[in-house]
């Protein structure tokens, strides 16, 4: 049985998974609080996208989260169980308008996004690089572009990896989000690094 996939969000990292998902022949369920900006979005990018609540969203085999961070505890309370589907967590945990984080001890930000969503299967991708490079194609110069991500659930890190792959990036797993999480995340080593690999 063909994968549903939904993403909640629709600003610009929101509208390139989009993409990417149906030029991989695949369709979208795209959600947002803001039914109006919903439906231009969803008529700009046409054939294989459909406007939808957050909650028939959030029940797709996949769902991708590229909303505000500070959004998440609210999604989290809204939807409650997720019931083992993969969540793939596209947000950085910004908190104001000039780029200033939230002081998580250390911590990783993806670890906080899977404690408001119970029994998601989180999987951190797609939030290190600017919507502007990850909308090119990613096969360039011969090689192809990197996108890493990380997760506590190895089959859920593999599923999403073959996805990657399948858009046409070269995925990288950097393992749980203790380690990787903590790499990729706003202000980490690895935010806004652009590789190509050969």
Same mark, same amino acid.
């Given at each position: 049985? =063909?994968?549903t996939?939904?993403? %909640? *969000?629709? !600003?610009?990292? $929101?509208?390139?998974?989009? &993409? ?8 979208v369920l ?5 039914q109006?900006?919903? =439906?231009?979005?969803v008529?700009? %990018? *046409?054939? !294989?996208?459909? $406007?939808?609540?957050?909650? &028939? ?8 989260l ?7 505890p ?9 019931e083992?589907?993969i969540?793939?967590?596209?947000t950085?945990?910004?908190i ?19 404690d ?10 797609f ?11 990613p ?7 990197v ?9 859920a ?7 990657i ?17 903590l ?12 590789l190509i690999?050969?």
């Amino acid at each position: 049985m =063909k994968k549903t996939f939904g993403i %909640i *969000g629709a !600003g610009h990292i $929101a509208q390139t998974i989009a &993409k990417f998902l149906i030029e991989s022949g695949n369709e979208v369920l795209l959600s947002n609080t803001d039914q109006e900006k919903l =439906k231009g979005v969803v008529s700009q %990018i *046409g054939d !294989g996208a459909t $406007a939808a609540s957050v909650s &028939k969203a959030a029940e797709a085999d996949v769902v991708f989260l590229a909303l505000p961070w500070l959004k998440v505890p609210e999604l989290g309370a809204e939807i409650g169980s997720w019931e083992n589907r993969i969540v793939v967590d596209a947000t950085n945990h910004f908190i104001s308008a000039d780029f200033q984080v939230a002081e998580l001890d250390g911590g990783a930000s993806s670890a906080v996004v899977a404690d408001h969503l119970p029994d998601a299967r989180v999987v951190k991708a797609f939030n290190t690089l600017f919507y502007k490079i990850l909308e090119q194609d990613p096969q360039q110069n011969g090689g192809k572009r990197v996108i890493f991500l990380s997760g506590d659930d190895k089959e859920a890190n593999q599923e999403i990896s073959a996805l990657i792959e399948t858009f046409g990036f070269a995925p990288v797993d950097l393992g749980p989000l203790s380690i990787g999480g903590l790499l990729q995340q706003a202000k980490g080593p690895l935010a806004s690094l652009n590789l190509i690999k050969q």
